[in-house]
């Protein structure tokens, strides 16, 4: 953890892929291209976490679409870790930010990833009855976004900074989302009170 | 007819897409949001499976694990865990509760369908 100057806090980094969740006052920051980042917070503990993820092939923004899957998993993630903390999913409130143009392969792509990704987090939202407070999403500019989850402030400006680095990262991750899709991971109990006829499975 | 599943999930999108995926396998689905509505459910409604979340409000999925064990008329029913936790040591809990399975979110498909026929026989 770094500390940011110009506040005077503790400032956690997080990368395509990764979340953070806080009820200090500390800062959760990241960089975003194509990707999606929704801040959620709690005033009442106060807490909350910040996530960055993408759709792993997203012909559809459907949350119900293979790939809107892994959307909802990246959602579920960041808010099992928030009601950990004490959170209250019914006061649960949202920012989001992202989903600007500039991967490189779009031009390949037949579907549009960023529209796909924007589309999917307010499907997501609205099912999940989650108020959204503000967004910042489409264009073509990385955001670089600081939250201050005891708060919910969300301080948030366009850069042209690190471009191609960050089209790299964010490639890199989105491809290994698509190799990692059909691992899943399942195990069947073997014994008398585990109701099945289970067998010992681990792929 | 197809088996009935209860899904117990406090997310509506979770829910909703185990919903839409077991309902083109030709499953008919039944869904409660915590464990305290999941056993409530199924004193109500007969259900050939459970597949449930583990962090949940109210009560979470391997306490109504539990009680579903010790429940006469519902004590053999199949269960079937789908969360994030891949721990080992919360997937021996989950065993210990009397779990049938544990499906590590995310997943795929036919992953899932696949499980749910073997534990359906």
Known sequence: MTKNLKFGLPEIYIGPGEFAV?????IISTLLGSCISVAL???DIPAGGLNHFLLPSPKSGSVFSESGRYGVHAME?????????GVSRRRLRAKVFGGSAMLSYREKAVYNVPKMNIQFIFEFLDLEK????SYSVG???????LFFPHTGKVL???TKKTLAALERRESQYSHELREKSDLTVSHLFRGEKTGGTGVEKKE | MGATILIVDDSVSIRQSVRFIL???GYTVAEAADGQEGLKRLGEQKADLVITDVNMPNMDGLTMVRKIRETDGIKFVPILVLTTESQGSVIEDGKKAGAT????KPFNDEKLVETIKKVLG
């Open chain 1, 22 to 26: 806080s009820r200090e006052p500390v």
């Open chain 1, 41 to 43: 917070f709690d005033l």
């Open chain 1, 77 to 85: 993630l960041l808010i099992n870790d928030l009601l950990k903390l």
């Open chain 1, 130 to 133: 989650i108020p959204v407070d």
């Open chain 1, 139 to 145: 264009g073509d500019l990385p955001r670089k976004v």
């Open chain 1, 156 to 158: 948030m400006r366009f």
């Open chain 2, 23 to 25: 309902e083109q396998s």
């Open chain 2, 101 to 104: 399975g544990w499906i590590v």
